[in-house]
């Protein structure tokens, strides 16, 4: 089991940037494939950005493409979402999850542990 907490929303322009990071609790934390996700109000959650458990795979929706950026350190258990070039729509409060196994995937249905989220707003 791996516990998750994100850090780093807040507010920020158009056309700004913003890192977030999300801490793993435990060992294990390294076999773990991970994901970001968001949700704004009034609509599904979305994935964002997905990475495999060494790093070597990611995944990227045409939303964030070209914009978002997913990495991983799992010497300090730890993962980011480096987000440039931020839009109005990007406006939403981002979870970072944990899926046992080793390969990325697209569902969130697939993630077994959640953090608690951390709010972005981008003011146009």
């Known amino acids: 089991q791996v516990q998750l907490v994100e850090s780093g929303g807040g507010l920020v322009q158009a056309g700004g940037s913003l890192r977030l990071s999300c801490a793993g609790s435990g060992r294990t934390f390294s076999t773990y494939a991970m994901g970001w996700f968001r949700q704004a109000p009034g609509k599904e959650r979305d994935l964002v950005a997905a990475i495999s458990w060494s790093g070597a795979s990611t995944y990227y929706p045409d939303s964030v493409k070209g914009r978002f950026t997913i990495s991983r350190d799992n010497a300090k258990n730890t993962m980011y979402l480096h987000m440039n070039s931020l839009k109005h729509e990007d406006t939403a409060v981002y979870y970072c999850?944990?899926?046992?196994?080793?390969?990325?995937?697209?569902?969130?249905?697939?993630?077994?542990?959640w953090g608690q989220g951390t709010q972005v707003t981008v003011s146009s």
């Open positions: 999850a944990a899926k046992e196994g080793r390969l990325l995937s697209r569902v969130g249905n697939n993630y077994n542990y």
